[in-house]
Structure formats: C-alpha cells, structure tokens
C-alpha cells in the first residue's frame, strides 16, 4: 500500500477546500469544513495502522496473543471527533443568525458589514 | 475578487499543499508498519491499570488533563450556542403545535426510547472495558430523547426536556472532572492521577479513574448535546422571524 493512504487523507482534505472556495451556501460550506476534518481521521488512523492488527480492546482478547493498531491516534481522532461538532454547532449557529439578519446564506453576497 | 481569480489562486495554493503533503508523506513510516512505539506503551501502561479498553486509558488516564480540555471545548460551545441562539428583541415566540402521528410511529418511539436510553447508560458504564464511553455514550442518551420528537411532537419532547436541571448537570459534570483531578493532586501528588483502587481486570469496577471520569464526561455531554439541540429546535419550531414577507417560505 505504501503511500497512498497518507495521500488519499491530502485528496480529501483538498476536494473539501476546493467546495470551501467555490461554496454558495453556508451550510454547504460547514459541510465541506466538515469534510477537511474528517481527512484528519483518515490521517490519524493511517498512521496508528498496523497490519494484521486488531482493536486495542482487551476485554475478550489476552494480552500479547494479536498485534493491535495504536491506541494513541484513536484517541487523538475521538478528539477530533468531538472538535468537529463543536465547530459545526457553533458555524450552524451563527449561519442561523446572518440567515435572519441578512437574508442570505450565500457567502459571496455578504460583502456590506451591519451593526 | 470573481469567482474565476479565486479559483485560479486555490488551485495554485492547493498545488503546492499536494506537493510538499506528498513530500512529508513520503518520509512518513510505512502504512502498517509494525513498530509503533507510543502503542506499545500505551498498551503497557492501561493493562498496569487494569483498563482493558485501551482507548480509554488513553484518554481518562494517560491523557486525562488534554480530555479536561476537550471537555472544555464542548462546555464553551454549548455556552456560546445558547448566547448566539438566544430570542432577539424582534422575534416573537410561538407555541409548538401538537401534531399527527402515525401510530406505529409512535409505537417505535415508545418502544425505542427506554432501549435507546438504556444502551447509552451501558456505553457510558462500560467505556473502560468495551468500545465507547463518556462521549459516545452521551451522545447516545442525548439522541434517546430526541426519538420523542420523531415519535410524538415538540410538546412530548419538552416535557421530557428539564432544560434548567440540565444546565446545571452538565455545569457540574464539567466541574466534578477537575475535582477529580484536584482530588489526584492532593491524594497522588499530581493532578489527574488515577488514584482510585484499581479493581479487578475486565470488571466494571477496573481502572481507577477511568469509570468516574467517563461518568462525568457522559452526563456533560448527554445534558449539553440535549441543550444545544434545545436552542437549534426552538429556532426551528417556537421563533418566529422578525419579517414574515422574506422569509415566509420556512
């Protein structure tokens, strides 16, 4: 497999930039911010791989019998996991809010700033 | 700047991303290597403990003081939905509607919701022996209750909802995780330090800390997804905009 898993992380991360820029929607845009962290996943779990490993859960499993993957970017990626649908709540939030107040969800027309 | 210029400067940004990613990907240890240091200690150190989840140990002992701070994040977040979220002057609130529901929804909700509330309670009691825990639990229990919108309306479900007694459980699961760590402090002489007997390996009694601290996180998380869902739920249903004639069509 070599490399490419580590690539395929990059390949999203830029497909998810690509929507980010040409987005006309804000909620279009969350989701491809939501996209770009997910190829964070990827990368965590890509690196953390181990072949021919298993969970690294040793409740029906003795110690020291089955190579396991690395326990270490699992927990960086439930981390993520939890940072992601902060920052989409709070995007989503404030979407609703410039919907209401500008009437618009289209970031390219939001050029005027309003107190 | 024109769509077509902003384009042309991504792509260009976005060559040079790919160029040096491939670059440092390809000083990267092979994908599957068998040598993963940090692994191999890890494991170590949670069977020590008497974890059997890994996972776990990592992020309830090992790296407990980084979880206190993603805690926080999720804590700031709900803190920061509810101000953005709050009823402006001009809106005017409207009381939900009690609505038709097809019976075998109803049933499926009735049935589903104590099932679905009971598996997030074992998700979060179990997160140091099984795959789960504090966070994928709340988010378990905090969905259970939602199946009462699905399965009745938002009156059934606001009933259910003591959004009050949940501020102030999720404000005190937020504090106790730092009461444990002080109490580490005082007791091991470190703050965050599994200082709890460690119990039995693969009971639920086992690895110290870690069931305490995943208590706490899943009530945090259960009380606080359940009320930032309450702010985005009230948007949509309860408040009315300020000027129908725009946005009349939602």
Aim: net charge neutral; with cysteine; proline share 5%.
């Amino acid at each position: 497999m070599g490399i490419w898993p580590y690539l395929a992380a990059g390949w999203v991360l830029l497909v998810a930039l690509y929507g980010l820029v040409t987005s006309h929607n804000l909620i279009h845009a969350i989701g491809c911010l939501a996209v770009a962290q997910s190829s964070t996943y990827l990368l965590l779990l890509a690196v953390g791989y181990r072949r021919g490993g298993t969970a690294p859960v040793y409740s029906d499993l003795t110690p020291g019998t089955r190579p396991v993957v690395d326990p270490v970017v699992q927990a960086l990626a439930l981390t993520d996991v939890v940072v992601g649908a902060t920052v989409t709540a709070l995007l989503l939030a404030l979407t609703i809010q410039l919907r209401k107040r500008h009437h618009t969800v289209d970031p390219q027309a939001l050029t005027g700033l309003k107190g | 700047m024109t769509a077509r210029t902003r384009l042309i400067m991504f792509l260009a940004a976005a060559a040079v991303i790919a160029g040096f990613f491939a670059a440092a990907c390809s000083r990267l240890p092979p994908f599957g290597t068998p040598d993963h240091p940090y692994a191999a200690r890890a494991v170590a150190a949670a069977l020590a403990h008497r974890t059997a989840n890994t996972v776990a140990s990592v992020n309830f002992d090992i790296r407990a003081f980084d979880t206190l701070g993603e805690e926080s994040i999720l804590f700031g977040t709900v803190l920061g939905a509810t101000l953005l979220l709050r009823r402006a002057r001009d809106e005017r609130h409207r009381r939900a509607e009690a609505e038709r529901v097809m019976p075998t929804t109803r049933l499926f909700g009735t049935l589903l919701l104590p099932v679905t509330l009971v598996v997030g309670v074992y998700i979060v009691a179990h997160g140091q022996l099984s795959p789960g825990g504090g966070f994928q639990g709340g988010v378990v229990l905090a969905t259970a209750l939602h199946l009462a919108y699905v399965a009745a309306d938002y009156r059934a479900l606001k009933r259910l909802r003591p959004l009050t007694f949940l501020d102030v459980a999720d404000s005190l699961a937020a504090a106790s995780f730092t009461l444990v760590g002080l109490a580490g402090l005082v007791a091991g002489g470190a703050f965050l330090e599994n200082v709890l007997p460690l119990g039995t390996f693969n009971q639920i009694t086992s690895g110290g800390t870690v069931p305490v601290l995943n208590a706490a996180v899943g009530i945090e998380v259960a009380s606080g997804l359940i009320a930032l869902l309450a702010h985005f739920l009230d948007q949509a249903v309860e408040l009315t905009d300020p000027d129908q004639h725009e946005t009349g069509g939602d």
